[in-house]
């Protein structure tokens, strides 16, 4: 593939960008791999700092993998709790971790405004949950972030504190992060990009990377090769057979997406705020309002990072069970595409030797996470390395049963949080 995915966001993004394709030999005092959130926000972050000569590779194009296919939601802080990360990590981590989580949602917000990056940035977002248990989740969760001092949260109890944000009858209330919000991916990332080239920074589309010599520090391509005094290794879920020492820590899984055709007054009366949403269930539904009106909704995962056989198939039965009043409308862009997972749910970054790099595994919080952990590996390469040893410390676990066996055993358990939403336990 040669381009974007026929995505709603590569139908509205902003920059049609064509760059070359790395040809010949070439040196650089930090090559990065991967043009996604990470890669992209690590070498603009590099060069703010004043760091000189630095490429950025991109298998494809800018913003091809998740991070232009994606909600497009600020959910912050991490696919764990924060108390949950206290207990598993020890105080000392947990405390530096989830002092943390508003960051990378801020980073986000801040490059918008220095930059003047276009990319439909609207303030909110609300956890919609369907039972007791998770209404009591929701107050474990505000006291929790508060004992961090992050105190943007409110309860909404009931279907008439709900009814200013979403017009479902499937809730029985929801938790307003009044600190998160939603956007254009693609805009956002592409805009970055671009950041980082007014900078100085090279980036070089096309350029799949196809071997990683750690001793003499070489990335090669089909055209060419980077020789570097640094590496960085941010292609996640689309870094495939370069190094599997790596692979063998995240599983791709794959998330489908569809938007539907303008809806005019109807995609307002569904989302009256503007907020976007989320449910509080295991395998979540997510969706929001487009500036022109149409309701871009997403959920379901399949794991191994398959294609699932029809999009729409998979996802329309769960958007007409949230909003029956769209049963007949029609769905002009269908998608999927797929994020890292680690076996903890939370994210992995570190170093292969010294001077190389990595991070990945979001495990679905990417758009924060990865502005965060941008912003980390940046800051350890230009030497306060504070943030990154309290991440990279933090134990890894491959997925039992090997490449072969880690998708069923997945599955298997996976079984159980399923039949906990559904019996509201």
């Keep these: 593939?040669?381009?974007?995915?026929?995505?709603?966001?590569?139908?509205?993004?902003?920059?049609?960008?064509?760059?070359?394709?790395?040809?010949?030999?070439?040196?650089?005092?930090?090559?990065v791999i991967g043009a996604g959130f990470t890669g992209t926000n690590t070498a603009l972050e590099l060069a703010e700092r004043g760091v000189k000569n630095i490429v950025l590779l991109e298998a494809v194009k800018v913003g091809f993998g998740a991070s232009g296919r994606n909600g497009g939601q600020i959910v912050n802080g991490y696919s764990r709790d924060l108390d949950v990360i206290s207990k598993t990590y020890g105080e000392s981590a947990g405390r530096v971790i989830g002092g943390l989580a508003n960051a990378g949602g801020d980073i986000i917000r801040a490059r918008i405004a220095k930059y003047?990056?276009?990319?439909?940035?609207?303030?909110g977002m609300l956890i919609t949950g369907f039972n007791a248990r998770q209404m009591r989740g929701f107050e474990h969760h505000i006291k929790s972030w508060n004992s961090f001092g992050h105190d943007q949260f409110e309860l909404l109890e009931g279907a008439a504190a709900l009814s200013p944000h979403v017009a479902s009858q499937?809730?029985?209330?929801g938790l307003l992060d009044k600190k998160g919000g939603h956007l254009h991916p693609l805009n956002l990332v592409q805009g970055e990009a671009a950041a980082f080239e007014s900078l100085?920074?090279?980036?070089?589309?096309t350029s799949p990377v196809t071997a990683v010599d750690l001793t003499t520090k070489t990335v090669k391509t089909a055209q060419g090769e980077v020789r570097a005094k640094t590496i960085v290794l941010a292609g996640n879920a689309y870094l495939h057979g370069v190094l599997p020492k790596l692979e063998t820590r995240i599983m791709p899984v794959s998330t489908q997406v569809m938007a539907t055709e303008p809806l005019g007054a109807l995609a307002t009366k569904l989302l009256p705020s503007g907020v976007c949403v989320e449910d509080a269930n295991y395998f979540l539904d997510y969706f929001r309002r487009t500036p022109e009106g149409r309701l871009l909704y997403g959920g379901g995962v399949v794991y191994g990072g398959q294609d699932a056989e029809s999009v729409i198939a998979k996802i329309r039965p769960l958007m007409e069970k949230t909003f029956p009043e769209l049963k007949h409308v029609r769905i002009d862009y269908a998608w999927n595409g797929n994020f890292a997972l680690t076996l903890t749910r939370f994210p992995q970054l570190g170093s292969l030797t010294p001077d190389v790099y990595f991070s990945h595994g979001d495990s679905g919080h990417g758009v924060t996470t990865t502005h965060l952990l941008a912003r980390t590996l940046a800051e350890a390469i230009t030497g306060d390395r504070t943030v990154y040893e309290t991440f990279a410390a933090l134990p890894y676990f491959p997925f039992p049963g090997g490449r072969l066996l880690r998708v069923p055993l997945t599955i298997a358990g996976s079984w159980w949080y399923r039949l906990r939403d559904r019996l509201g336990v």
Excluded at 170 to 173: D, E, M, P
Aim: a negative charge; charged letters at 20%.
């Design 1 to 31: 593939m040669t381009d974007h995915v026929n995505s709603y966001y590569a139908a509205t993004a902003n920059r049609k960008d064509a760059r070359a394709p790395l040809q010949g030999a070439i040196t650089a005092d930090v090559c």
């Design 116 to 123: 003047g990056i276009d990319c439909a940035l609207v303030p």
């Design 170 to 173: 499937r809730y029985a209330g």
């Design 200 to 205: 100085g920074g090279t980036i070089f589309e």
